[in-house]
């Protein structure tokens, strides 16, 4: 398949620029994969789409300030995106600007160096102190460039899930965004089940495709942990023939990358990094049984992947559905429901 294969219009007026002014109100689609059938609802009736006995999964990830400015001796500003993870001296940056090897950088009073340039907006960096304290003390929230506007003070807790817990990302797994502990409870109540796995949200899931080919473009690595009980808890409900719902395509890449290791019972504590590209044309999902996502973009690896769950027509079909109901798309708009 191509990638020209996933484009589609998104008028700019249905990109969500902000979040809801209470979280948890936004849109819900429904969406039948086997039959196609859509249902229009609230994404605070998630319940009533969910079973009892039924496993959800989300992703406890943690975004961090990752978007720094920095300044060349000269005065120019250069932005930069922390990526990888980070521990260490070396890590990997998304840059904005013009840098070359061996420049010296200021973010405050610190000295960042730029040690090699690799290609495609990524450079590899080394400062004295851990990066991780620079974004901490220096770092804005690294909200999507598409916003078209700089973070806000809401941001910082409107780009964060309720749950969040483990720092790394430098994204949000946008589909959890407008989860709320008052639907947790409703869930609860019914009889659902939830478990939490870490997904750093990283290059892998928004660098863009610059391939012609899908089976031509590389996946970039995410780290993930899938916990003891989060694996014996997804083993039991796949013994047992209950469903495992994934809240968003993070939780969905860790657990189907993990997927062979889950169902041949190895160690219960499993970690990795994914790099499992998933999209329509052969790929059979081993674990996964339904997925809450967001409206992804074009040409999107994400779009792909919930093209792959749902049916690349299907899909299709209900996003064209989303566009004439005035749905809003992207990290902050509404979400989808597919089963």
């Known amino acids: 398949m191509n990638v020209s294969d996933f484009d589609y219009t998104l008028p700019d007026e249905q990109i969500a620029k902000y979040p809801p002014k209470e979280r948890g109100t936004t849109k819900l689609l429904a969406l039948n994969r086997k039959t196609g059938e859509v249902q229009h609802s609230l994404y605070r009736s998630l319940d009533a789409f969910l079973e009892p006995g039924d496993l959800l999964v989300l992703n406890n990830t943690k975004v961090i300030k990752a978007r720094l400015q920095a300044n060349k001796p000269t005065g120019a500003s250069v932005e930069l995106l922390l990526l990888e993870k980070h521990e260490g001296p070396q890590q990997i940056v998304m840059y904005g600007g013009k840098i070359k090897a061996g420049n010296t950088l200021l973010v405050g009073e610190d000295e960042v160096l730029v040690e090699e340039i690799l290609g495609n907006g990524l450079a590899k960096v080394s400062a004295a102190v851990p990066l991780l304290s620079l974004v901490e003390k220096y770092g804005n929230v690294p909200i999507p460039p598409y916003l078209n506007r700089k973070a806000e003070k809401s941001d910082e807790m409107r780009y964060q899930t309720v749950f969040a817990k483990e720092q790394g990302s430098v994204a949000a797994p946008t589909a959890s965004l407008n989860f709320t502990e008052s639907l947790e409870k409703k869930l609860k109540e019914k009889g659902v089940q939830l478990a939490f796995l870490t997904l750093h949200v990283g290059l892998g899931t928004f660098m863009p495709i610059r391939t012609e080919t ?126």
């Open 214 to 339: 899908l089976s031509a473009h590389e996946m970039h690595r995410e780290f993930y942990h899938i916990s003891h009980e989060t694996a014996a808890a997804i083993r039991l409900a796949k013994a047992e023939k209950r469903r495992v719902v994934a809240l968003g395509t993070t939780v969905t890449r860790a657990i189907e990358h993990a997927s062979a290791r889950l169902l041949a019972h190895e160690p219960a504590e499993l970690a990795g990094e994914a790099d499992i590209f998933i999209y329509p044309g052969g790929y059979e999902f081993q674990i996964v049984d339904a997925l809450l996502t967001n409206f992804h973009a074009p040409r999107s690896t994400v779009l792909m992947l919930a093209a792959a769950f749902a049916g690349a027509a299907h899909l299709k079909a209900a996003y064209e559905a989303a566009l004439q109901n005035d749905y809003h798309f992207l990290s902050y708009g509404d979400s989808m429901f597919i089963f």
